[in-house]
């Protein structure tokens, strides 16, 4: 059972750690805006909580004057986002404890004090809203003791929130309901389904201000003429297969449809008008480098997939892994130490056969790549009992 | 009355040139290779014959061994698309000699030469196969005295070259026979329609080698899940309303649905398995420019398209041709001399407005366009009568 911290009877306290995801079947647009309810279903791997991850204390206090923020250091403001997010944990708080004779206070009307920080820089533009909204909603459920699936919640901060708050393989279905309220994630395979599975980020070096996500779907859904036929005619079929490609592991089939749906979700980005460009020349060319890898093989062995900005998200198996690096590191030798550029899991880079080199006919990129963090699939949010954990001191501020 | 020249009893000859032309509406796609029947309508502007066109002498002879052809002063293979253009016109030969008595030597079995040049340069990524097979079916024409419409049989050899047959706006109608023969090119507009309307070509510097037009609508066709959808339901539409923009002459709805088809054709190859790129940072920063520009005034008063290669061709009117010439040598600095520069009709560069220039917010980049050519709407192909505009000697061979 997990706890939240009682520091008096004035002060409560919940700390959570929760996972970054990589969609692999790409949510882009809303038919909702205020309620964040994507144009199509989607499907990502939960990344482990060690290598990226948001760590978020919530404090409830009697005593504190107005809801208050801190995201990595700095106080921010309560967006409309965020209190969508609280106003939906108290509505089921107090229905919690209407039903319930707890014998616990209630202080569903008290103000919030929030700290969250990232375990990786926030500015390399690995989508840290997922794993923050998600880490938000774990904490604020642990706190006010409210049960069940919480990813609905979740979406309202942000939509691919909601599948950060499973572990391994997760779908987050559009739902059919006007309220959203079937809008949720469920897990369609555990994190211990595929162990061989292996994910390497690519933080693209760039200095380009990106169109926001946010503000980029919306442009999306209001301008381009192929998103609809895409998000109503071909995302269902590539939710069946891919998610028989994944029960089944199969990788070469699982790969196809991660490049696949990376490149239709750039494309779409193309076909608004004025067009948005997330991928730079170094995208590009991992993108030419990834395919002549695979045909090289004769199969599908290396995945990339791109979100709203240059970095890339490379899928490979286990038997894959140190010679994938090893091309990494040829491709794109770095300026920093190895144990600087290759961060997360301890990885061996091996010795790529000569005639691969050759066929791959790479030529290199000094310091493109700014730093890689090798990981695999991991779990959903945890709660963080240990009072040593909180990062709120005892009178509900940043420590 | 179109003449062809009688060398001798045993050699005539024919001479014609034909332009470029540029799609604002993409052809991107076939439902039949062998014939070149596309997978959507398209349409066009015929550029002026003088700035860009191809010109070809075809001699037929009675001692000639086998058909030859020279293109830009060397000798080619003969290829199946250009036979299937041989072949379609001695067959439309024989039967006028069948119905009509000319008094005229049958010589639809003989063999020919064939000599093409352009004007431009060929690796200049200028599409000068539309004009190169509109040019060779023209003078074909003259040569055999075929009659009527000649468009089916160019787009034999290059579907885009079908409207190149055409001076003014021209749409090819993808037809509804299996045959093909109903796919063929109508004018919608004649050259002095819009006479206001002007058409820079900025020749963008890569050395990158694309994925030919040809394979890359093939595997569009293959691969895309995009593409039927932008054929069958997308473009007719755009057909219908640029259509009737041009028809009004109301040009910011032309601009915004040549802008739209630009990038959807871009998207369309973005969305192929492996996904093609034709557009690099340099046409990128056209198109953020020529957005720029159309926010600071309100309405669209520039277009840009691109085709299978980093080339822009812009279109605007008139009154706005001086001050986007001096916007482009801002942006795009050239060694060159301006007359070596600014190619084509003769135009005089303005002074932009300060502010116009303090929000474009221009970093200019020397040399990343070689050169440009300026130029307007213009006739179909046109024969030449003149035995001095031959490029076959007197014997059938190159000068």
Redesign the interface.
């Known amino acids: 059972m997990e706890h939240r911290t009682k520091i008096s009877d004035n002060l409560y306290m919940a700390t959570a750690r929760a996972p970054v995801n990589i969609a692999v079947v790409k949510y882009w647009g809303k038919t909702n805006e205020e309620l964040i309810i994507p144009a199509n279903d989607s499907l990502s791997l939960t990344l482990h909580i060690d290598h990226l991850c948001a760590k978020t204390t919530v404090a409830v206090g009697r005593d504190f004057k107005e809801d208050r923020i801190w995201l990595n250091g700095k106080e921010e403001r309560v967006t409309t986002r965020i209190q969508n997010c609280l106003l939906e944990i108290r509505k089921r708080s107090r229905e919690f404890m209407h039903m319930h004779n707890t014998g616990l206070p209630d202080y569903s009307d008290w103000h919030l004090h929030i700290c969250s920080v990232n375990n990786f820089p926030t500015a390399a533009g690995l989508a840290s809203s997922a794993a923050g909204y998600a880490c938000l909603v774990k904490s604020l459920g642990t706190l006010f003791h409210v049960k069940g699936d919480l990813s609905a919640i979740a979406r309202r901060g942000s939509g691919s929130a909601c599948r950060s708050m499973y572990g391994g393989f997760v779908a987050w279905l559009k739902g059919l309901r006007q309220d959203g309220e079937d809008s949720v994630a469920k897990q369609i395979a555990p994190e211990n389904h595929w162990p061989q599975m292996r994910i390497v980020l690519l933080v693209v070096s760039d200095v380009k201000k990106d169109t926001g996500s946010t503000q980029g779907m919306e442009l999306s859904m209001l301008t381009s003429?192929?998103l609809e036929?895409?998000a109503t005619?071909?995302v269902p079929q590539r939710m069946k297969d891919i998610t028989e490609a994944i029960v089944n592991r199969n990788f070469h089939k699982f790969a196809?449809i991660t490049?696949?749906e990376s490149?239709?979700l750039?494309?779409?980005c193309?076909?608004?008008?004025?067009?948005i460009?997330y991928m730079?020349?170094v995208s590009?060319d991992i993108?030419?480098l990834v395919?002549r890898y695979n045909r090289y093989y004769g199969t599908n062995k290396l995945a990339y997939s791109f979100d709203a900005g240059p970095n890339a998200c490379l899928f490979m198996l286990e038997d894959s892994l140190s010679e994938v690096l090893s091309i990494v590191q040829h491709a794109f030798p770095s300026s920093l130490g190895n144990s600087d550029f290759f961060r997360g899991a301890p990885a061996v880079r091996g010795k790529p056969p000569v005639e691969l080199l050759e066929y791959l006919n790479i030529t290199p990129q000094p310091d493109a790549i700014k730093f890689s963090i090798v990981t695999h699939v991991g779990c959903g949010p945890v709660s963080l009992d240990d009072p040593e954990e909180h990062i709120l001191d005892i009178h509900g501020f940043p420590r």
């Open positions: 003429s192929l036929h895409r005619k071909v196809e490049m696949q490149n239709q750039h494309a779409v193309l076909d608004t008008y004025p067009p460009r730079n020349l590009w993108v030419h395919h």
